[in-house]
C-alpha cells in the first residue's frame, strides 16, 4: 500500500505564492508518476500537473508559467510551487500516485485565493 500526504495549502491574496509538498510512504517502487489534481466547488476533479520519475513533466494550459512540479526520488516528495496565484485557483488540491496501474490519492489540502 502507498499513503500520501499533503502540506502547504492556506489562504493567500491573489498574486501571492504557495508551495505544496507530498511526501509518499508506503511500498514505493522506482518507475512511477506523481502529481498535482484539484477539485472547486462544483466542478470536476483536473490535472494540475505531473512528472515522471525520470522528470518529465506536464502542466495544464491554465498554469503553465506559473505552476513548477518538482519531485525528489530520494525522499519520494513531489512539490508543487505556484506562483501569481488567482482567484481561479482555489480549490482542494490532491496528490496523486500511480504506479503499475495502481492509483493512489492524498487526503487533499485547501488552497484559497483571496481577490
Known amino acids: 500500500q502507498v499513503q500520501l500526504v499533503e502540506s502547504g495549502g492556506g489562504l493567500v491574496q491573489a498574486g501571492g505564492s504557495l508551495r505544496l509538498s507530498c511526501a509518499a510512504s508506503g511500498s514505493i517502487f522506482s518507475l512511477n508518476v506523481m502529481g498535482w489534481y484539484r477539485q472547486a466547488p462544483g466542478k470536476q476533479r483536473e490535472l494540475v500537473a505531473h512528472?515522471?520519475?525520470?522528470?518529465?513533466?506536464n502542466y495544464a494550459d491554465s498554469v503553465k508559467g506559473r505552476f513548477t512540479i518538482s519531485r525528489d526520488n530520494a525522499k519520494n516528495t513531489v512539490a508543487l510551487q505556484m506562483n501569481s496565484l488567482k482567484p481561479d485557483d482555489t480549490a482542494v488540491y490532491y496528490c496523486?500516485?500511480?504506479?503499475?496501474?495502481?492509483?493512489?490519492w492524498g487526503q487533499g489540502t485547501q488552497v484559497t485565493v483571496s481577490s
Open positions: 496523486k500516485l500511480v504506479q503499475f496501474g495502481n492509483v493512489f
Open positions: 512528472i515522471t520519475s525520470s522528470g518529465s513533466t
